[in-house]
């Protein structure tokens, strides 16, 4: 990557403004359906303790302060002031064997390219009985940070992680059916129905406008509408639709 484009790209992720919609998503933002699900699943960790957690791809590490952790190290492709260490060109990282005992890892996997060797690296440096706490996309639109190359589904990121010597100790879908059908239609429906020359384009901005024009409001709408869908086993029916995953491996003893 030009330096002029990594410099660009470090500043955006290290902007208060980016890491707070993550950290402390609020309903006024235009991704909160979809962030506050996913901060929903890490939070889940934030009354543990740890030792040593390496945030792996950490961009501007928006979801430091949900960790209690000795040591909190920011790893990174692209140099930064906000990074411990740099990622080499080779994936690998200036760590010792079974040196830290979490790996966090939040929408990074679509950004790498090999997944493999990247899951490999995080097994590498975890401890016996470490955990990766990973989350990336299912269902999202394309999203370079410089680049995007692929999605998952709930048994193909299962499988990714088996592969590489974990054991899969919990899955979960996020934002998910209803949900997240409602909110992609939020985030699509200009293109929909541009057009109120029609009828039925008339008819839907009416009802849009009407119910749905105030983010805050439709944001309201779909937390109480839409609950149960915001963060669901991954073996559970019914959800075959979900923007993210959040999934937690353990390296055997």
């Known amino acids: ?20 919609q993550r950290s402390c998503p609020q309903r006024k933002d235009e991704l909160y359906v979809h962030l506050s699900d996913v901060r929903l699943f890490l939070g889940d960790y934030c009354r543990e303790s740890f030792c040593q957690l390496l945030d792996y791809g950490c961009g501007g590490s928006p979801y430091k302060t949900l960790f209690n952790t000795k040591r909190y190290i920011r790893a990174d492709y692209v140099n930064s002031r906000n990074i411990d260490l740099r990622i080499g060109e080779d994936g690998r990282l200036g760590l010792p064997d079974s040196s830290v005992d979490v790996v966090l890892s ?11 060797k990247y899951l490999s690296e995080a097994f590498r440096v975890l401890s016996p009985g470490g ?8 269902i999202w639109e394309d999203h370079g940070c410089p680049y995007d190359f692929r999605r998952w589904t709930a048994n193909g990121l299962e499988l990714e992680l088996i592969t590489q010597g974990f054991q899969v100790t919990r899955a979960a879908k996020l934002t998910t059916g209803a949900r997240a059908a409602v909110f992609l239609l939020g985030q699509r429906y ?7 020359r029609n009828l039925t384009g008339l008819l839907f901005w ?7 024009a105030n983010l805050e409001y439709r944001h309201a709408w779909i ?31």
């Open 1 to 20: 990557m030009p330096p002029a484009e990594a410099a660009e790209l470090s500043n955006r992720l290290a902007s208060e403004e980016y890491n707070r």
């Open 106 to 116: 939040t929408q990074v996997l679509e950004h790498v390219f090999s997944p493999q």
């Open 131 to 138: 955990r990766l706490i990973l989350t990336t996309h299912g």
């Open 190 to 196: 200009g293109q929909l129905f541009s057009s109120r």
């Open 206 to 212: 009416l009802l849009w406008k009407r119910a749905f």
């Open 223 to 253: 937390d109480a509408r839409f609950a149960n869908c915001r963060m669901v086993d991954a073996k559970l029916p019914g959800h075959d639709l979900y923007l993210a995953l959040g999934i937690e491996g353990r390296k055997p003893l």
